[in-house]
């Protein structure tokens, strides 16, 4: 069965980069028609996509996130990242990793249980 | 891009039907496939519907999706309410990018 968890540092400086792991185990993230994506969800908000990565590597990011964002893969470790640089109190939230169905537009089918990130000094 | 506002609360009593509305602020809502969500604080999200009507394998029929072209706007219906159904839902669509409602909060009194 295919799991997804997060991990990554709980605190980060504003200013600094935020980096956040994704371990799959279940599934490979080679395999065809699937995109690995992160969400996430500030307090008292709703879910925000970041972007994804396909199967051949291909990346999509919110528009919004473009220049600050990175979203990598490592096939051999079977896990996928997330960079974020330069962040504000604003990137504080729950950050989710899934797999997304077909397009990076589509539905997410299995999600990790999230990981909090605080961006304080 | 456009916005899907979704109501930020319904209740409803255990053993009733409640509807959550997700309506599209520009385009047709046809023209995307709408997706449901439930997550519950402290969990993972879950995948409730997809493409609009469809539920994932293990999903209750007690859920379910549809659209509606003449208001522009996707619905999550859930029938036989369960206490357990206490959650926030959240639709999801695309056009440029993808695009997740505010969320609402179900309250089963």
């Known amino acids: 069965q295919l799991q997804l968890q997060e991990s990554g540092p709980g605190l980060v400086k504003p200013s600094e980069t935020l980096s956040l792991n994704c371990s799959v185990s279940?599934?490979?993230?080679?395999?065809?028609?699937?995109?690995w994506g992160w969400i996430r969800q500030s307090p008292g908000k709703g879910l925000e996509w970041i972007g994804c990565?396909?199967?051949?590597?291909?990346?999509y990011y919110k528009p919004s996130l473009i220049g600050r964002v990175t979203i990598s893969a490592d096939t051999s470790k079977t896990q996928f990242s997330l960079k974020l640089s330069s962040v504000t109190p604003a990137d504080t939230g729950v950050y989710y990793c899934?797999?997304?169905?077909?397009?990076?537009?589509?539905?997410?089918?299995?999600w990790g249980k999230g990981t909090t990130v605080t961006v304080t000094s | 891009n456009f916005l899907l506002t979704q109501p930020r609360s319904v209740s409803a009593s255990p053993g009733k039907t409640v509807t959550i509305s997700c309506t599209r602020s520009?385009?047709?809502?046809?023209?995307?496939?709408v997706h449901w969500y439930q997550h519950r604080p402290g969990s993972a999200p879950t995948t409730l519907i997809y493409?609009?009507?469809?539920?994932p394998s293990g999903v209750p029929d007690r859920f379910s999706g549809s659209i509606d072209s003449s208001s522009n706007s996707a619905s999550l219906t859930i029938s036989g309410l369960k206490t357990e159904d206490e959650a926030d839902y959240y639709c999801?669509?695309?056009?440029?990018?993808?695009?997740f409602g505010g969320g609402t909060k179900l309250t089963v009194l």
């Open positions: 899934a797999r997304q169905v077909l397009e990076f537009y589509n539905y997410m089918d299995v």
């Open positions: 279940g599934d490979s993230i080679n395999r065809a028609n699937y995109f």
């Open positions: 990565i396909s199967y051949r590597g291909n990346t």
């Open positions: 520009s385009g047709s809502i046809a023209s995307s496939y």
């Open positions: 493409h609009d009507d469809q539920r």
């Open positions: 999801h669509s695309y056009d440029i990018t993808l695009v």
